[in-house]
């Protein structure tokens, strides 16, 4: 089993940075494929990024791509999503998502996260 812990929400002003981490646990959390999905006001759930589990293969969503950061510590088996320029249409929840496959922005993984409250106002 896998167990997904994300920290690092919070409110933000306009043009802010957070960073957000996704700490996994379990047998196989060191190669795993990791994803940030969220959920946005009036929106489904929608991909955000992933990285894979040798941390070399990395995509974003359009609308993330040079403001947005994903990262993994193997050490520590945590992935980081670095956020900066952050606009109030970047509020909404959170989730890390984790599979022993690949995701996709149309294919989620089987794990998740309880997620993370991003709020982006001023």
């Known amino acids: 089993q896998v167990r997904l812990v994300e920290s690092g929400g919070g409110l933000v002003q306009p043009g802010g940075s957070l960073r957000l981490a996704c700490a996994a646990s379990g047998r196989t959390s060191s190669s795993l494929f990791i994803a940030w999905f969220r959920q946005t006001a009036g929106k489904e759930r929608e991909f955000v990024a992933h990285?894979?589990?040798?941390?070399?293969?990395?995509g974003y969503q359009g609308s993330v791509r040079g403001r947005f950061t994903i990262s993994r510590d193997f050490a520590k088996s945590t992935v980081y999503l670095q956020m900066s320029s952050l606009q109030p249409e970047d509020t909404g929840v959170y989730y890390c998502?984790?599979?022993?496959?690949?995701?996709?922005?149309?294919?989620?993984?089987?794990?998740w996260g309880q997620g993370t409250q991003v709020t982006v106002s001023s």
């Open positions: 998502n984790a599979d022993e496959g690949f995701i996709s922005p149309v294919r989620a993984g089987k794990y």
């Open positions: 990285i894979d589990g040798s941390g070399s293969s990395i």
